[in-house]
């Protein structure tokens, strides 16, 4: 099993910036993927950033150029650095990890969320 907890969630003025973290400990196999989804109210949960454990990245077109993913793996963290914050990203964030288990079977993971509110 794997578990996953946030940090870092609050409340920040728009043009501001946050940073998410998310410890994962338990068995978790390389290579594997981490990332931050999030749902707004009323609306479906949706991917944000991810990154593999060989550091490659990619980012929701809404959060490009303003948020940063990365990565420590000998900590099993990954982080979000949220600049330029905008109302549209209040949220509950969510962390998530996706790996092969060693009898190569798909597991994926879930944080209990940190919100984001960002005020106007």
């Known amino acids: 099993q794997v578990q996953l907890v946030e940090s870092g969630g609050g409340l920040v003025q728009a043009g501001g910036s946050l940073r998410l973290s998310c410890a994962a400990s338990?068995?978790?196999?390389?290579?594997?993927?981490m990332g931050w989804y999030r749902q707004a109210p009323g609306k479906q949960r949706e991917l944000v950033a991810a990154?593999?454990?060989?550091?490659?990245?990619n980012y929701a077109d809404s959060v490009k150029g303003r948020f940063t993913i990365s990565r420590d793996n000998a900590k099993n963290t990954v982080y979000l650095e949220m600049n330029s914050l905008k109302f549209e990203d209040t949220a509950v964030y969510y962390c998530n990890l996706w790996h092969l288990t060693d009898g190569r079977l798909p597991m994926e993971y879930w944080g209990k969320g940190t919100l984001v509110t960002v005020s106007s």
């Open positions: 338990g068995s978790i196999f390389s290579p594997n993927v």
């Open positions: 990154i593999t454990s060989r550091g490659s990245a």
